[in-house]
């Protein structure tokens, strides 16, 4: 009796450990189909191999799907057809010609995307319509700490700050009339970030907030096994300021946006005197049509200490108006009176602003500002 237990436990025993073989050789082929470095896929464990391979396929899903016209996206939208995207199958077949000449053109593309990554200051995100991050660029990792490998195939809402959830359910959701108009979507959200102050990487639990302005676009397609989602570039703030040009001016405001600290190239560019606008609002200044986009800045300083406005229009002494962009951040008040020591700091507005037009209907006044001394 003993003997026979014994001889199943040995024949269960080795069903497991045949079992543990296949599956482990499963992974490895998989693992070999990843397009990641060979260092990279040594350090993989099954469920991230599982995690990126499922990410790869939505990738080539969206790459190949038919996106169609704008009126198939916005009826499919309509009719709630949006899905998240289904598996497909994908093979290869060319001579050894064809893959050389592949190797070649892959190459090059990777060349030229690295470059077009240097000059954004920021990476590329892929996000599903449910959050799923299904690519990031290889140059994530030098921005926020995290590899490619560890963020592809999680979700945002994972490492997005929870005030800015709502927000970001909001750009992830797609309207017909958004698809119709192909609507931008612009907005800054805050998400985790390993990179210490040394540029050094620390551990998850360890994590600091990062601010990030997200610009991009939804992509609908039409197709049964298609993938609809929401491509977007990605650019930490604050960017650099190393080299401001001569299109460029400084300001420092309250927190209400009235200012506190102007440089004289505003004199040159738009014709107001520092000392007039101490005391001034910015909105002011504002094109009356463009002050949702300030407000819009002005909320994500006050609730995210950083942002860029975006394009807006911004009034000229004598007339006119010039189209703007500021990047602005919320800093302690270099001007706080140094009397009391041991209190904290009072916060004020830092603001860059780059003039990125000429005068633009030059004879148009629209405030009264533009003609009378304030």
């Not at 945002?156 to 929870?162: G, N, V």
């Not at 998400?191 to 997200?214: D, Q």
């Amino acid at each position: 009796m003993t003997t026979d237990k014994e001889k199943r436990r040995a024949i269960s025993r080795e069903a497991a450990r045949r079992r543990r073989r296949v599956e482990s050789e499963v992974f490895e082929d998989l693992s070999r189909l990843l397009p990641l470095q060979q260092s990279v896929r040594d350090h993989l464990d099954k469920p991230s191999v599982i995690r990126l391979t499922l990410s790869y396929i939505r990738m080539h899903t969206l790459l190949t799907g038919k996106t169609g016209t704008k009126a198939e996206a916005s009826h499919k939208v309509k009719c709630g057809q949006v899905t998240d995207g289904q598996m497909i199958r994908h093979e290869f077949n060319g001579g050894y010609g064809e893959e050389e000449e592949k190797e070649r053109y892959d190459a090059d593309a990777s060349e030229e995307t690295n470059m077009y990554l240097r000059i954004l200051e920021g990476f590329l995100m892929v996000l599903s319509t449910e959050g799923d991050m299904i690519y990031l660029s290889e140059n994530v990792s030098k921005y926020m700490g995290l590899t490619q490998a560890e963020l592809m195939g999680h979700n945002i809402f994972e490492f997005s700050h929870p005030c800015d959830h709502e927000e970001l359910r909001n750009n992830l959701r797609v309207t017909a009339e958004e698809v119709w108009s192909g609507e931008k979507r612009d907005f800054v959200m805050r998400i985790k970030s390993t990179l210490t102050h040394k540029g050094r990487s620390a551990n998850l639990k360890s994590a600091t907030w990062k601010v990030l302005h997200c610009q991009g676009r939804s992509k609908v397609c039409v197709a049964p096994s298609s993938v609809s989602c929401l491509l977007l570039t990605c650019q930490p703030l604050p960017l650099s300021h190393t080299l401001l040009s001569t299109q460029t001016f400084t300001s420092q405001h309250s927190m209400d946006m009235r200012f506190t600290y102007c440089d004289q190239r505003m004199t040159l560019l738009l014709g107001y005197s520092t000392e007039e606008l101490l005391g001034r609002s910015i909105y002011d200044l504002c094109h009356t049509r463009d002050t949702n986009c300030l407000t819009k800045n002005h909320f994500n300083l006050c609730f995210k200490s950083q942002s860029v406005s975006g394009r807006y229009r911004m009034l000229v002494r004598g007339g006119g108006y010039v189209w703007v962009e500021s990047h602005s951040a919320v800093i302690p008040n270099a001007h706080s009176s140094k009397s009391r020591p041991g209190a904290n700091q009072p916060l004020c507005i830092l603001c860059v602003t780059y003039v990125l037009s000429g005068v633009e209907e030059p004879s148009l006044q629209l405030s009264l500002d533009q003609t009378v001394h304030i």
